[in-house]
């Protein structure tokens, strides 16, 4: 069974920076490609950062570059989300999710890719 659980979120005042972690269980970290997904209230879901399960390639939505920066340990089946300089519009719940994948280097931007996601934690930056 496919696991997946986000930790690291909190309050945060701008300027600062949190460290999200995705803990994954279930399956072998280095055949899965992983994305982080935001919704703040009365928003769509926004696409954040994605990285290949190799963790050679990565992809941001222009608003984090920069700022934000994804990175892996498939020994401990963990993916990270960075985030520095945080703005009060980086406000939401982020969530990640995961994908089975046959390429080293494929990311996945769209939600619809995803085949499993953590429940989410909330991030709140205060200006």
């Known amino acids: 069974q496919v696991q997946l659980v986000e930790s690291g979120g909190g309050l945060v005042q701008a300027g600062g920076s949190l460290r999200l972690s995705c803990q994954a269980s279930g399956y072998t970290s280095s055949t899965y490609a992983v994305g982080w997904f935001r919704q703040a209230p009365g928003k769509e879901r926004e696409f954040v950062a994605a990285?290949?399960?190799?963790?050679?390639?990565?992809n941001y939505v222009d608003s984090v570059k920069g700022r934000f920066t994804i990175s892996r340990d498939n020994a401990k089946n963990t993916v990270y989300l960075q985030m520095n300089s945080l703005k009060p519009e980086d406000t939401a719940v982020y969530s990640c999710?995961?994908?089975?994948?046959?390429?080293?280097?494929?990311?996945?931007?769209?939600?619809?890719?995803?085949?499993?996601w953590g429940q989410g934690t909330q991030v709140t930056v205060s200006s």
């Open positions: 990285i290949s399960r190799s963790g050679d390639s990565t």
């Open positions: 999710a995961a994908v089975y994948s046959v390429g080293s280097y494929y990311v996945y931007t769209a939600g619809n890719d995803y085949y499993f």
